[in-house]
C-alpha cells in the first residue's frame, strides 16, 4: 500500500517523539486526516514493515508505556483477568502486539489463546519465542477482515493497551460487533480503554 506523505509525517512524528506524550500528536493527529480520501491509509500503518519494525522496538524496550505496558503493568491486569474471568476457555486477543500479555496469560494457566495483528514483525517475534502452551497461536492478519476467530466460542476477548483508541469510532464499533461474534454465549469482553479526548497527559485514571 502507498501511505499519503501526510500520514507517513504523522506516523515518523508518532515514532520519533512518544507515541502519545508529546500533545497534538498520536491518535487525534491520525483522526484529523481525511477517512474519505484516504481510504484504508486512515489507520495507522501498523501492517507496513518499515513502521511496524520500529514499532516492535518500543513494544520491547520494559522501560517505557509508549507501545505496550510496562512488564510490571501488563502483570497486574493479567491477574485482574484471571481473577475476574475464565482463562481456561481460550481466549481471543485481537491487536495481540508481539506477545507480552499472550505470556501473562501463559504463566497464569490459561491453554488456549489465539492472538492477531498486523504487524507482521509483532507476530514472527511471538512466534519465534519457546515454550508456548500447544494451544497458543499468533497469526498475521487484520482484526477487521480476518475471520480466523470466528470458527471458536472463546471464553474470554481481551482488547489491551487502549487497542480500541487506534480506530475511528465507526471502526471502533464494526470491531466490537466482531468480538461479540467470536464468544461463547458466557463470554465476555474486557477493554483497556480511555475517555474520549483525553491523553496520558492529561492525568487520566487508566483502568481495566
Known sequence: MTIPPELREVADHFLSHGLHAVPGV???????????????????????????????????????????????????????????????????H??????????????????????????APAIEHAVAQDRWPAGFVFRCGDV?????????AYALAVLTYEALSAFARTDALRLLRRVAGWLAPSGVVIADVRPHGATRADGVALRV
Open 26 to 92: 498520536g491518535v487525534q493527529r491520525f483522526q484529523a486526516l481525511d477517512p474519505e480520501r484516504l481510504g484504508d491509509a486512515f489507520r495507522p500503518p501498523y501492517g507496513e514493515r518499515w513502521f511496524a519494525e520500529r514499532l516492535l522496538r518500543v513494544h520491547l524496550d520494559p522501560s517505557t508505556d509508549e507501545a505496550s505496558w510496562r512488564p510490571a503493568h501488563i502483570a497486574t491486569q493479567a491477574d485482574w483477568f484471571a481473577h475476574h474471568a475464565d482463562l481456561d476457555g481460550g481466549i481471543a
Open 144 to 152: 477487521l477482515r480476518d475471520d480466523a476467530f470466528a470458527s471458536s
Open 94 to 119: 485481537p491487536m495481540c502486539g508481539p506477545g507480552l500479555f499472550g505470556r501473562a496469560f501463559a504463566e497464569r494457566g490459561a491453554t488456549r489463546y489465539h492472538g492477531m495483528d498486523l504487524s
